[in-house]
């Protein structure tokens, strides 16, 4: 069955990055789409990014422009979420989860945990 | 894009039905057929419960059903179990097609009284 298991999380400091990353296996991997989607502490789900399944087109909630990127390889069926410039609202549980034609989100992993803190 | 509107919590007794509704816009639900829904017990993986407004995944039980009027969704869970308490979130393709993106309601906790 699909298995997503995300990775890289912890506690960092304001302005500092982090790699997160999500391994995922059960299915093939470079023929779908995948997302990037936090939660805040209290909060609802967020939207982040989503990358297409050959990597080539890529694209981003307003809020993370600039400062993060998404990215996948498929020969290690890992996607990445690369973030920078972090600021403490950035704070949040983050799943990946993987597209089904550009519509939903069928199979989620149970995320990782990132707090920024000084 | 702002998130979509749900109620903070709903609540109901075992066999009972609620309805959840999920309040978006012009540019969101009520344009596109693709509103899903999302029950997430904490600390877990969410699971996709509902797709394309209408649509139930195999394994996901036929007590719960989605529909849409406009620019609202909503979901409904009859004959209510205390496994069904969970957060609830739907969630609309927002678009367009050369900027796509996805946006989330604020969640409804579901309390099994």
């Known amino acids: 069955q699909v298995q997503l298991v995300e990775s890289g999380g912890g506690v960092v400091q304001p302005g500092r990055s982090l790699r997160l990353s999500c391994a995922a296996s059960g299915f093939t991997f470079r023929t779908y789409g995948m997302h990037w989607v936090r939660q805040a502490p209290g909060k609802g789900l967020e939207w982040v990014a989503v990358v297409s399944y050959d990597g080539h087109a890529k694209y981003y909630a307003d809020f993370v422009k600039g400062r993060f990127t998404i990215s996948r390889d498929n020969s290690k069926n890992t996607l990445y979420l690369q973030m920078n410039s972090l600021r403490p609202d950035d704070t949040a549980v983050f799943y990946c989860a993987k597209d089904t034609d550009g519509s939903y989100f069928d199979s989620w992993g149970q995320g990782t945990l990132v707090t920024v803190s000084s | 894009q702002s998130a979509l509107t749900q109620p903070a919590s709903v609540s109901g007794s075992p066999g009972q039905s609620v309805t959840i509704s999920c309040t978006g816009t012009s540019s969101d639900v009520e344009s596109y057929n693709l509103v899903s829904w999302y029950q997430h017990h904490p600390g877990k993986a969410p699971k996709l419960m509902i797709y394309?407004?209408?649509e139930r995944p195999s394994g996901v039980s036929h007590r719960f059903s989605g529909s849409k009027s406009g620019s609202t969704a909503s979901l409904t869970i009859s004959g209510l179990q205390a496994e069904d308490e969970a957060d609830y979130y739907c969630?609309?393709?927002?678009?367009?097609?050369?900027?796509?993106?996805?946006?989330f309601g604020g969640g409804t906790n579901l309390a099994v009284l």
């Open positions: 969630c609309s393709y927002a678009g367009p097609t050369n900027s796509p993106s996805w946006v």
């Open positions: 394309e407004v209408t």
